[in-house]
């Protein structure tokens, strides 16, 4: 079997109808148990810690924002209060912070 092309989240080799069962079973087994979950939850978190992501590392390093992703998150703020006052990122201590 050759090994599997890059194509989303599937990496490596293909697995079987079966195999993906059986995995699926020993996941919700694994999860049934008391803080399972939690516990795994804190281990992920912890490994990202680990991984740089700054500069160049970071996957969108380099791109601009298209038009349409800026009118996104520009609405998302408006939904969420605006940048007005205390909640503008220069806003310190009762003043606005000129760089």
Same mark, same amino acid.
């Given at each position: 079997m $050759?090994?599997?092309?890059?194509? /989303? #989240? !599937? ?10 069962? *059986?995995?699926?079973?020993?996941a919700? $087994?694994?999860?049934?148990?008391? /803080? #399972? !979950? ?10 990202? *810690? ?5 500069? $160049?590392?970071?996957?969108?390093? /380099? ?12 609405? *998302?703020?408006?939904?969420?209060g ?18």
């Amino acid at each position: 079997m $050759a090994k599997a092309t890059w194509k /989303g #989240e !599937r990496v490596g080799w293909p697995k079987s109808r079966e195999h993906r069962e *059986k995995l699926r079973a020993a996941a919700l $087994a694994r999860y049934a148990k008391q /803080g #399972e !979950r939690e516990r795994t939850q804190e281990i992920v978190k912890e490994a990202f *810690k680990t991984i740089d992501r700054s500069g $160049a590392n970071n996957g969108h390093f /380099g791109k601009p924002h298209s038009d349409d992703s800026k009118k996104m998150i520009s609405d *998302k703020v408006e939904e969420r209060g605006g940048h007005r006052g205390a909640r503008n990122p220069n806003y310190r201590h009762g003043r606005y912070v000129e760089d």
